[in-house]
Nanobody, 121 residues
Framework: QVQLTESGGGLVQAGGSLRLSCAAS????????MGWYRQAPGKQRELVAR???????GYADSVKGRFTISRDNAKNTVYLQMNSLKPEDTAVYYC???????????????WGQGTQVTVSS
């Protein structure tokens, strides 16, 4: 019913930048919060940044001042601009969205398939 498709991951040197995108598709009535999580090898998945429908944002302390989350409601898309990347940012990044379906008018929590971000030192 809902699919989240991510793009923009890759390999970058420390200090570099990457921009992740995640587009939601399907029978969407509206989208509430959208966010980005990451999971490094041997670690639990953690919240990186979140943006609510009205534009309010929140960030993990480890990325504040370096990462910026934004969304385009007309395109059902969320972005994560990552600057000043560090080797410890290396992880698989997953997008997440609270999607209200046309059919049920209930929220469905969707996840993307993940995109690898590798930061070399």
């Amino acid at each position: 019913q809902v699919q989240l498709t991510e793009s923009g991951g890759g390999l970058v040197q420390a200090g570099g930048s990457l921009r992740l995108s995640c587009a939601a598709s399907g029978t969407i009535f509206s989208i509430n919060a959208m966010g980005w999580y990451r999971q490094a090898p041997g670690k639990q998945r953690e919240l990186v940044a979140r943006i609510f429908s009205e534009g309010r944002t929140g960030y993990a302390d480890s990325v504040k001042g370096r990462f910026t989350i934004s969304r385009d409601n007309a395109k059902n898309t969320v972005y994560l601009q990552m600057n000043s990347l560090k080797p410890e940012d290396t992880a698989v990044y997953y997008c997440n969205a609270g999607v209200v379906l046309v059919s049920t008018r209930r929220e469905y929590i969707g996840w993307g398939q993940g995109t690898q971000v590798t930061v070399s030192s």
